[in-house]
């Protein structure tokens, strides 16, 4: 019961705040209520690493031979450190929320932080594919209705449905997969995932994801930038990237040639989402394509075969990408933390990433495995570039938030420092060093070209410095379109106009005076058919 | 005469309230709160009525009789069949209790009391084939309420009348023409006639594609309120019956590939409903699309029977009923707060804004009849997609395109509702609080029932599992 009593510590307070602030509103003391909860919770969960693997039953649905269902979870190795993960984001969030200016820090927020994280740690912890499909459908449904809540007044609904048509979408294949699975063995749980239901739980991960096929499930509104959002758009993240760790590691045994056109888009997905976010206005415009870029890193990585070691991906996108996406206001001063928060992004030797270069390269190293580099290197830039152009110098910030801002941010790279120690067995690995050494010397060259050329994304010559700029600009221009998948959504309009036609017609047919007559023409049609395929009754 | 028997309880007790009701139409809350009383009373007495039909009160010891003899013919409600009875009874309940708010007919209270007693009874008379006859008995009334007072019938009412007369004569030719033939080999022609004869029948009453088409026109042309409790009785009393006639009739179970062709024809129906779902545009045509899915599906789990779909059924009906409920509440809630929506989809265009809580739950209670996962219908829907996955792999793309079918069409809703339109002022301008806090707290209520069924299905739905009991040919184990 102590799992259940982690999610406890984070959704009794998230109620407590939302009754203490409807009869006496209370900054501070919700505030406290908030960090207090999550922080109680990340001890728990810190003190967890102590009795992994642990599991509990929550319901079984009876009789056995009827359902073949138990509503479980459990936390071992592959899912501990995406916990703890995700909890330090949650107090990083409520740290750093109340000293930013420019969003509504407010107790409600803070409450639905705390609740959400509650949520999400329930998918994270799934310890078999239908709880997990349950946790998804649950935490979209909230999702929706807190992003509805929040952004109705402000008319930017628009991509919702899209969003949330997608993950409706992944949790289906999640059903579908697990359909499959129960061919080989009934209420299967994550340890027996077949080989032949692998690859669409591949799918249903790289959906949510954003990566198979490529698009990008998450809003980028003014509104929904920091703070909590954060957590909102990271969760449906951190639970499809703890589905991958689990897939079983013979994924290449099976359809070799459908395995390498899923490698292939995967790397492609990681390509244009790297140039992308290496090459956008600031980090916040950024965030769809760090998330695509480092999610088809942890695909890539279930491909050749080692999905446990996509975790280490997972971890750098939630927390590298969490102490640069909390990192606002971006003050000169202090731009040390996030840079820190490189360590677990680079992957050099006996640091948290240093297990993930082998799963992205493969074995033997191929073009795929250049470009996987490329792609690191990209990022890599991309980050350091976010920050060193950072030059904000903020006065007039609150006494309290000059040491909660940078703690928020410290503690994140505090979880990275442990996740490297204790994360799991083998951890401080030298793994595959040339990686992240062919990836900063990239970065390296890149940085001394772009100094060399005197160039600046913002400057108004920087289109007549860079070689090649038209060509390039062209190729991501048409990436974009292709990317995009507008021309997707032109052709399914065009074909559901026609097709409505033709439903307009039939209906046209049979709701007329000899409607009768048609259907039961219709009927002896579909009869004859039947009786001719499948066999006389 | 013995009167101390279970048809006089739930048979002509609620029949002769109901034509008391007669008497008192016209004091509209007061016929509303009488059918609620009487329906809830006779749902909880069928519920806690002991299946031995027999209790000690005050120290007497009463034993009911399960028959009732009229006309030479039986009416019998065994003690198996008292789960069937509570449930039909709980759904007149819900209908009536939220009937009040809307302007619906007055002799709602009144008739779909009488309908309900009649559905049962379709249950209870043997010869069984004599339903038919009440069947069209219950069409007739049912008519009163699809056309109200002052208005033309509409063309959807006249085909219906017309399907389900035609469907009539088929189910008692059939009983006729086979009479006597249990013995002879399955592939008699005469076997085959009266198959083909039960098949169309039923497909008739059912709405089964192509034959459905009367199902859309009319909810087109009626109250969603008094539409959706017609034809969910309808659906839930006849899949009831067909299970009996399987029951009864060994010679039609027994016929090779019987069970093959209802799966084909559950898998064209839900087809057909997904399909034409996704590109519907008119609001008041969506109810009879997702009665054909869930016809679909229920015919699919009878074909199914063998694999475990008869628990599927029997698990999907109450989940059903209360998507059915949310849906059509909703839905009647929404045209009696903005008159000024005329059923297409463009008048629905930014509804949010507006009613926030209306229009999440019009998506929700679409969800839930899709079968997310965590709602109500999940669990009965788990099973038959589980059954056809490891049964034929023909079936697998033509169910994923009918669930995908209705997805697109809950996407598209969801657009149109959460789109403003540019013309409508924006929301600051509109009537605030439109939503009343019963409304509100009604639809949450729903949601999180359908969402507790959904996690406790072992709680809330295993008791309706014993729905199959009667049937003790067609499912020996169960």
Redesign the interface.
Known sequence: MILLGIVGLLWLPSIAMTISQAIKPNFARSWFIAIAGASLALLGAFFLRLYLPLEVEF?????ES??H?T?SFRIDYINWHYMLAILALCIAVILTDSSRASTQANPTTWAAALALTGLNLISVMSKDP?TM??????TD?VEL?YV??FS??S?S??K??TI??VR??S??VL??AT??G??VTAGLDFTQIPPTASLLFLFAAGLRLGVLPLNFPMQNTLELKRGTDLLLRFSPVASALVLIAHLPSEILVLNQSLVSIISILTVLAALYASAMWLTRADANEGRPYWVVALSAFALQSALNGQPQNSRVWGLALLLTGGVLFLFDPPIRRIRFIPLLGLIGLLGFPYTLAASGWSAILGDPVSFASIMMILCHAMLVGGYLRYILEANSTVTGLEKYARITYPLGLILLVQTMLVLNLVGWSGVLTVGIWWGSLASLGLVLLGGLLTKQLGLRLTSTDFKEKVPFYRLGHRILNVLRVVFSLDWFYAMARWF?AR??NA?DFFRQV??GEA??LW??F??LV?ATL?YTQ???? | MNLLTTPSIWIFLPILLSLLLILVHRFHKLSFWIACLGSLLLAVAAFIFPQSLEFNLFGRKFLFDDTFQIFNRGLILTGSQLKTIAMLYLFSFLWNIAGLHFSVSRWFPTISLAITALWISTLAVKPFLYAAVIVELIVLISTLLLTPRGKQAGSGVMRYLVSQTVAMPLILLSGWMVTGIETAPSASPLILRGTVLILLGFSLWLAVFPLHTWLPMLADETHPWVFSFIFLMQQSSLWLLLLEFLDQFAWLRNLNGIFSVMQWAGVLTLLAGGVLLSLQTRINRVLAYLILIETGYSVLAIGLINQGGGNALALSFIPRVLAYWQWSYTLSSVQQIAPEIDGSFSSLSGLFSRLPFHSMSLIISLLGLLGLPALGLFPAKRMLWNSIANLTFQYTPLVALAVAGMALFILRMMHTLLTPDPETPPPALLIANEESLLQILILCFFTLLSLLMGIFPHIFLNPFLGLLEPFIHLLPLG
């Open positions: 319901i079984r649905w009876l009789p009827l359902y269902t509503i239908l499909a349950i946790s998804w459908a649950v449904v209705v509805l809540t109705r007044n008319g609904t628009n919702v449905t949330y048509g409706l979408i949790t289906f059903v579908a359909a499959v129960w061919q559901f097709l409505s439903e049979l709701e409607g009768v259907s039961l219709f009927l579909i039947i499948v066999g006389q009754p």
